[in-house]
């Protein structure tokens, strides 16, 4: 295992002793974890984690966005892509391209090595949430990461130009250049320690994520929307202007009636929000935004550097 | 691919124009196709090859005797186990066992993609004979080779020590150290082309294999014994004196009520068998097997060498 950077910034922050709950998809939340990491231990954390998006790929199981999360914690992400391991190596890939098969997904050999143990274990009988565990322990996390749900889950896109397609068909053949007129995932039960995660904990924060794909999943279980009505919840709204960060966020937005921006974040999520942190670009729509939820945090949510990440950190935490 | 070693001795044979049929298992029969190879066209080669042992690990599909002997026709073959490819790496493996999952038996990164390529086409609905057409085409090989059967098989052994158990648990977990009271495997169909493969050929060779684990389930297949008993049959016996060369043979050959012998070959093989090659050190039972069956070829069938294998291989096609 790579040894953990600690920044030296990091030091100058006056540790707040509460326990989190991070909603996480596979992009912008890990960023926000990585700062996070930095300023919080570990022990106080838990992130609970989409699975929509999870299939069967090659004999393997890929749960991307947990494994994102799990990579990121241990200091193992691929930065570049936002999935798999630095510096991993592709020799069964290699192999199979040269024997005839290329898998839609471009996974290296100790990436495989997780999602062929997560195949290995369903098949015997485990629980995701339990592989997970196994897993992250494995990493040498001491943070929780906690699956949504341990039911197999879906996610399809309906479009106008392919009808309903699937959702790693959209983000990867068609490379989302699809108009997308509904986004439908199946009800899935929490995984057994969801809700006690959110219940127990002193403050929700929602990473820069797909506010459709990779939050509102998780919001959709029973039980989740009624206990984060308790908690202080606090949200980085993915979005500048009417443009997201990465990916097909806007797209989705739309297909669900919301504004493609932090407005529109703060409708889909008004109902239990206290807080939503925008960027300085997005200023002049603090009292706009107001008028919807409690408070706006108007800051720089661009995370490119360490520092960027640790001082957005700072901010949701204090 | 590796360049294809030519032995300056296999300019020197006269090539007999004919098409064979080997039947093989996991080690002495790939030994012998070494040799056979270096001195017979590929493509005039079929190789008919025993499933019985084939089975899913870690979400793979092990066909071990069907890729020893892909691995042999390709010069891939690890010579030191007689599974796997020769410089492989162990990635996937290293990576499995840090996160605290051990394969019982060692599979490389290459060669996990092999295992990996057929599980995955297997789920697509695909028959295992084109799985294995299509691996050996895109490994180059130009010899056919044939399972003897698509369907599921399944062996067992019944042990004084642990009642019935898997045969790799036998293998592997038990080291072979236990007393064989019965080898247990059901019957399956042929697969389409094995009846044709050797109806169609000139002469059908046993090479030194297992004759309880490896050939006797090929030969129990409702129309192979019919079939061999209108061809030219010439089998190597795998035993000297009364000790298997490798592996747990003469453990089964008792089991069935046969001696650990050569001349217990011959007797297994006899309603079909013209001609058994037996070794120097097994002379003296010569007459006593040409009572058994018209016709015993001593030679020397230690296959140490390249030049050994070429020999018998020699021996066995003039």
Known sequence: MI????????????RVKIMITVFSGGTGTPKLIQGIKE??????????????ENLYMSRGYIAA?????????????DEEFWYGIKGDTFIVREQLIEMGTTELLRLGDKDRATKLQKAILLEEGWALSDIVELQKDKLGIKARIIPMSDEESEISIVTKEHGEIEFHDFLI????????LEVKYANVSPSPKLIESIEKCDKVIFGPSNPITSIR????????????KEKEVIAVSPFVGKSAFSGPAGQFMNAFGYETSSKGVAELY?????????????EEFKEEIEE????????NTFMKTIEDKINLAKIILE
Request: charged share 25%; proline share 5%.
């Open 3 to 14: 040894k953990k950077y600690k920044n030296p910034i990091a030091k100058k922050i006056k």
């Open 39 to 52: 300023i919080y231990p570990e022990e106080e954390i838990t992130v609970v984690v989409n699975t929509v």
């Open 65 to 77: 966005d947990i494994d994102t999360v799990m990579y990121t914690f241990a200091d193992m992400i």
């Open 173 to 180: 053949k068609y490379q989302c250049n699809c108009e997308v």
């Open 217 to 228: 999943p998780i919001i959709s279980i029973d039980g989740v929307e009624d206990a984060l």
């Open 270 to 282: 008004k109902s239990f929000l206290n807080t939503l942190v925008i960027d300085n670009q997005d």
């Open 292 to 299: 919807i939820i409690p408070n706006v945090i108007v800051t």
